[in-house]
């Protein structure tokens, strides 16, 4: 079956460090690739998104690629702020395929 | 005005009770998803309606049903409560029955079962 893998975190970084959080999934399908961010007490938000091999997702200064060749979806942003400390979750929707399946979240701290 | 609304936003109840958490979206969706998020964050399915018709119903212990009156509406009711039923639940909509983009989630109901 379909499966998201994400690194574990915590991911400890300062303000305007380079953040990258690795995912890479599994699917049977060419699947539809999504980056949600959940803030402390809150549902889950869309971050960005991409639908084919070789879209780039981007929103709020964070990027991410969908690879084919090498499963990989990664979240990256050139200068991380203290606001986005959160947990982020890649997940992905294969085709004819209702729901989503998210990896198990990557949480981001970030100090000033 | 909020897209997808969920009450009550925490719920803390006794073992063996009986609760009720519903769920609104206005964003004239057709398909709604309760997901049940663990202590360790991680998010499964539950169920899934489009257009008031069950069309997902993962390994969930028949003490939770699930019961949409339109297709702007999905409430979860939970029978006889367990310890292990304490978690934040989740309900999202989406455009039709393909996720591809992505889901509206609501802010969750955080319940404790004592």
């Known amino acids: 079956g379909d499966s998201v893998t994400q690194m574990e975190g915590p991911v400890t970084l300062s303000e305007e460090a380079f953040l990258t959080i690795n995912c890479t999934y599994t699917?049977?399908?060419?699947?539809?690739l999504f980056w949600y961010v959940q803030y402390p007490g809150e549902g889950l938000q869309l971050l960005l998104k991409?639908?084919?091999?070789?879209d780039k997702g981007s929103n709020k200064g964070f990027e991410a690629t969908y690879r084919k060749e090498t499963t990989s979806f990664h979240l990256e942003k050139g200068s991380v702020q203290v606001s986005d400390s959160a947990v982020y979750f890649c997940a992905l929707s294969d085709r004819g395929y209702s729901t989503l399946t998210f990896g198990k979240g990557t949480m981001l701290l970030v100090s000033p | 005005d909020t897209a997808v609304s969920q009450t009550p936003k925490y719920l803390v109840t006794q073992m063996g009770n009986d609760k009720s958490i519903k769920c609104e979206q206005n964003?004239?969706?057709?398909?709604m998803y309760w997901y049940k998020q663990d202590s360790k964050k991680f998010l499964k399915i539950m169920f899934s309606?489009?257009?008031?018709?069950?069309?997902i119903n993962e390994t969930v212990p028949n003490r939770f049903s699930p019961k949409s009156p339109d297709k702007a509406h999905l409430n979860l009711h939970i029978n006889s409560l367990e310890l292990g039923d304490s978690a934040v639940y989740f309900c999202a909509s989406s455009q039709d029955t393909q996720a591809d983009y992505g889901y509206t989630f609501g802010s969750g109901t955080r319940l404790t079962v004592v």
């Open positions: 964003l004239g969706h057709d398909t």
């Open positions: 699917a049977t399908g060419y699947p539809s």
């Open positions: 309606y489009n257009n008031k018709e069950l069309i």
């Open positions: 991409a639908t084919k091999a070789d």
